[in-house]
């Protein structure tokens, strides 16, 4: 049986992450968004270029995202042990599954909305945990859904709590700085740097919720037997 969640501690462990680990979530950050900040920028005349630009902002969102799933996991025991570079390492080969995963429950997630806000929400919810899925569990893509769905499965609500809260946290944030920027940033070069600022400081949100939902909806684990306790009495006795 899953645990319940609650939603403000879930909140909560997040960002109590995103400050402790600050020193390597914002600079894996700035570098990966930096590269999509200057595609965009060198794109944004240019139809093929833009689709070049969306692959690869996609690809450095899916990295990030396991880069992230790697941090936590080294986390659980109170310490971080890798590196920035073992981080990033860890995560690399998880990115075609991301991708795969991600551009699937992109499409279906929009047509829900499409048709109606209500299946994209639900859809949003029960796949919430698919990054860590795919990182953790080494789960195919297809087999990524299923597991997501089994875990989010009684905590519907509290994980729809979480995303709704953080997306409107990162969102919020991000539209301020993207207006700082642009009533400050003068030409092209520093609209590019405040541009990849703004995901740096907004990107580990949202990675780290998966994350933290994914370990916080795992059943808890039975404590092991202790061998000197005595057996119970059997019937009779």
Request: proline share 5%; hydrophobic share 60%; charged share 10%.
């Amino acid at each position: 049986m899953n645990r319940k969640l609650s939603v403000g501690d879930t909140l909560s462990e997040v960002f109590d992450i995103y400050g402790a680990q600050a020193g390597v979530l914002l600079p894996i950050a700035f570098w990966i968004y930096l590269v999509v900040a200057v595609v965009n920028g060198v794109a944004a005349d240019s139809v093929g270029l833009l689709l070049v630009a969306l692959v690869i902002s996609l690809m450095a969102g899916v990295l990030y995202q396991g880069v992230v799933v790697s941090l936590v996991r080294d986390v659980q025991d109170g310490k971080r042990d890798s590196s920035m570079g073992d981080l990033v390492n860890q995560a690399t080969p998880f990115v075609g599954a991301l991708l795969g995963a991600g551009i699937l429950a992109g499409i279906a997630t929009g047509i829900g909305f499409v048709l109606l806000i209500v299946p994209g929400l639900i859809l949003l919810t029960i796949w919430a945990v698919i990054a860590p899925v795919i990182v953790i569990e080494r789960s195919g893509v297809m087999a990524s859904f299923g597991r997501s769905r089994e875990l989010v499965r009684g905590n519907g609500w509290p994980v729809f709590g979480v995303i709704i809260v953080a997306f409107l946290i990162a969102g919020i944030t991000n539209a301020i700085l993207s207006t700082i920027a642009g009533a400050i940033a003068d030409g092209v070069i520093l609209q590019i740097v405040f541009s990849a600022l703004a995901s740096t400081v907004t990107a580990p949100i949202t990675a780290l919720v998966a994350a933290v939902l994914y370990y916080r909806l795992l059943p808890p684990v039975a404590a092991p037997a202790d061998p000197f306790e005595p057996a119970p009495p059997t019937l009779g006795t």
